[in-house]
Every structure is written in structure tokens, then in C-alpha cells.
């Protein structure tokens, strides 16, 4: 029972457009969102995140984007750079009751130089 | 600062055996969290402490265990191990528990044979 889905395996992207990772989730009652980025050999790295009381949140070329109704998750990064290119993980967090950290599947992103 | 440490880096085991692994956690940081990442999925959340008490466990069976110590570094223990246990173990910390953004160890790789 996957409570977190990345239904994108691998995105490519030309460096300089925009990459748009997308992230679903089945509970409603999940109230903090993050994306990590991870690196071949090391640990998830985080990059931005977002309350359930926000929609959006931006830092530099990351924005993240939360459709509560639809209970989806965005990352979009702009302009994309040959540097980004790793595996992006959602995930989403459950602070009331029976605590919850869970991690989707993760999409692999490749920005083409 | 040292990021999060985490020993040793590569483990191989056999069926049946315990294993001990170790994480410290970032300097400052009270809550320290395990991850078992096996190959194409999201690292899954295990056990979670903070301030030395449990405060979130995963869908893992009683084979394992953890602890936290008064210095804030972790333990992760998993007896009588299976096949299905090879997988990359991380350890992330934060500085409070819920929510926070975790930061990451490079992880343990353990192989069963």
C-alpha cells in the first residue's frame, strides 16, 4: 500500500528549460511536504519544503507546489542545470497521532547539456 | 561542522547473525532517525528518537531495535538476519523531531550472504 507515489521513474530535461517532478499521496492528513535530491554514494540532500497551510514555496530556482484537493506535490526548477541531474525523492510528514516520514519512490533526473 | 557520521560504511553478514550500526548525529541535533533504502525505491522510515525516547516506528519487525544515547548518538540493531535485510541503511538527524528537515549520513551498506 503505497501511501507516496513518484509515478515518474526518470524525467530528461535540455539545461536551461524547466523540470517539473510530481509527487502523489493518498492521506489527507499528512501536513508537512519536502523534496530531497540524492547523489550516486551519498545521503538525500534536502531542498525545499512546504506546510499544508501553503501552496507554494520558492527558494532561488526551486519552487514547490502543493494541490491539497488533489493531494499532489510539484517541485519545479528553473533554469535547470547539468549539475541537477540525481534521483529527487518527495516526502511527506504526519506529525499527529502515529508519527509518519514517508518517502516516495523517487524520479531519476537527467538535465542534458 | 561534521555532517552525519555513520559506521561502518560497507557491512557483509550471514543469514541469522546480529548486526550493530552506529550513526552521530550533527552536532546540536537531538533527534536522530533510520531509514532502510533497498535498490529503486525511497528509503523507509524505521524508527525515529529524540531526547533518548522513541518517538516514531516503521512496519519493522521486533528483530529490530534501536537506541539513543545521552550524547545523542544511535544504534540501530537487527537480529537474526535475513536475506531481505541487505539493503543501504541510513541515518539522518535533525535538530527537534516531526517535521524538521533531516539531514542525512552517507549510509551503511549491508550485505547478507
Redesign the interface.
Known amino acids: 500500500d503505497q501511501q507516496v507515489k513518484q509515478n515518474s521513474p526518470s524525467l530528461s530535461v535540455q539545461e536551461g528549460r524547466i523540470s517539473i517532478l510530481n509527487c502523489d499521496y493518498t492521506n489527507s492528513m499528512f501536513d508537512y511536504f519536502l523534496w530531497y535530491k540524492k547523489y550516486p554514494a551519498e545521503g538525500p540532500t534536502f531542498l525545499i519544503s512546504i506546510s499544508s497551510i501553503k501552496d507554494k514555496n520558492e527558494d532561488g530556482r526551486f519552487t514547490v507546489f502543493l494541490n491539497k484537493s488533489a493531494k499532489h506535490l510539484s517541485l519545479h526548477i528553473v533554469p535547470s542545470q547539468p549539475g541537477d541531474s540525481a534521483v529527487y525523492f518527495c516526502a511527506v510528514v504526519l506529525t499527529s497521532g502515529t508519527y509518519k516520514y514517508i518517502f516516495g519512490t523517487g524520479t531519476r533526473l537527467k538535465v542534458l547539456a | 561542522d561534521a555532517g ?1 557520521t555513520q559506521s561502518p560504511t560497507h557491512l557483509i553478514k550471514t543469514r541469522g547473525q546480529q548486526v550493530t550500526l552506529r550513526c552521530s548525529p550533527i552536532s546540536g541535533h537531538k533527534s536522530v ?1 533510520w ?1 532502510q533504502q533497498v535498490l ?6 524505521i524508527f ?1 528518537y529524540y531526547e533518548k525516547e522513541e ?2 516506528r ?1 512496519n519493522f519487525p521486533d528483530r529490530f531495535s534501536a537506541r539513543q544515547f545521552p550524547n545523542y548518538s544511535s544504534e540501530l540493531n537487527v537480529n537474526a538476519l535475513l536475506l531481505g535485510d541487505s539493503a543501504l541503511y ?1 541515518c ?1 538527524s535533525s535538530l527537534g ?3 524538521q ?7 551503511t551498506r549491508l550485505s547478507i550472504l
Open positions: 552525519v532517525s531509514y529503486g525505491q525511497g528509503p523507509q522510515f525515529q518517538r516514531g516503521g541510513l539522518a523531531s516531526s517535521y528537515p533531516q539531514h542525512f549520513g552517507d549510509g
